[in-house]
């Protein structure tokens, strides 16, 4: 059964740093990962969607990397604003054609 | 935004009613999954249709039931209430190619804004 970890459950920062979000899963047999964004209340947004012959994929500030074989994922931010608080949830899809997602991570950007 | 849209948004039932949340999915997708959202944890995978059939079900009790229609669009309904079923449940839309001979997994996932229910 896959399981999904994030690290750290919560992380706060000073405005402007760059900030690396951890994600790791058990099973390395996926078709993709994702990183969604979720405001408080909300339902998730898109970030990045990583196919498993890929290793990393980038839009604006944002990067994310896939180490299939470790079972590992990274999502950068760079120069973080406070409008980047949120929760960021990573999420895997397998044979089973579902996602499975972690707990995330609560970032507040602290102005 | 997504185009994924979901209604209500907001409901409370007591223990025992069933309930019916409804999703219209993104245009051009062909599948619906929908998933269950307590507070503070990651969403858990309730089921997905495609082509108007349950295509994978997650670890939920068969009073969690579903339908897709033609135009795609979905509803979950669930029976029975209980206070655990307190939580937001999302429904996203994606486009699933070769679903024949093993497929592709999921594609992209996106999602609408949820339905926060409330069971007293």
């Known amino acids: 059964k896959q399981e999904v970890t994030q690290i750290p459950a919560a992380l706060s920062v000073p405005e402007g740093e760059n900030l690396v979000l951890n994600c790791s899963f058990t099973?390395?047999?996926?078709?993709?990962l994702q990183w969604f964004r979720q405001d408080p209340g909300k339902g998730l947004t898109s970030l990045l969607l990583?196919?498993?012959?890929?290793r990393e994929q980038t839009s604006g500030r944002l990067n994310a990397s896939l180490d299939k074989s470790s079972g590992r994922s990274t999502l950068y931010i760079a120069a973080s604003q406070p409008g980047d608080s949120a929760t960021y949830l990573c999420?895997?899809?397998?044979?089973?054609?579902?996602?499975?997602f972690g707990s995330g991570t609560q970032l507040t950007v602290l102005p | 935004e997504t185009g994924v849209t979901q209604s209500p948004t907001h409901l409370i039932k007591t223990r025992g009613q069933q309930v019916t949340l409804r999703c219209s999915s993104q245009?051009?997708?062909?599948?619906v999954s929908w998933y269950q959202q307590a507070l503070g944890q990651g969403p858990q995978f309730i089921f997905q249709?495609?082509?108007?059939?349950?295509?994978g079900r997650g670890n939920f009790p068969p009073r969690f039931s579903g339908l897709q229609f033609p135009n795609y669009s979905s509803e979950l309904n669930v029976n029975a209430l209980e206070l655990d079923d307190s939580a937001l449940y999302l429904c996203?839309?994606?486009?699933?190619?070769?679903?024949?001979?093993?497929?592709?997994?999921?594609?992209?996932?996106?999602f609408g804004e949820g339905s926060r229910l409330t069971v007293l």
């Open positions: 996203a839309s994606s486009l699933a190619r070769s679903l024949v001979a093993g497929g592709l997994g999921t594609g992209e996932l996106f």
């Open positions: 099973d390395s047999a996926i078709y993709n």
């Open positions: 990583i196919q498993s012959s890929q």
């Open positions: 999420a895997v899809s397998g044979s089973a054609r579902q996602l499975t």
């Open positions: 245009s051009g997708h062909n599948t």
């Open positions: 249709y495609y082509r108007e059939e349950e295509n």
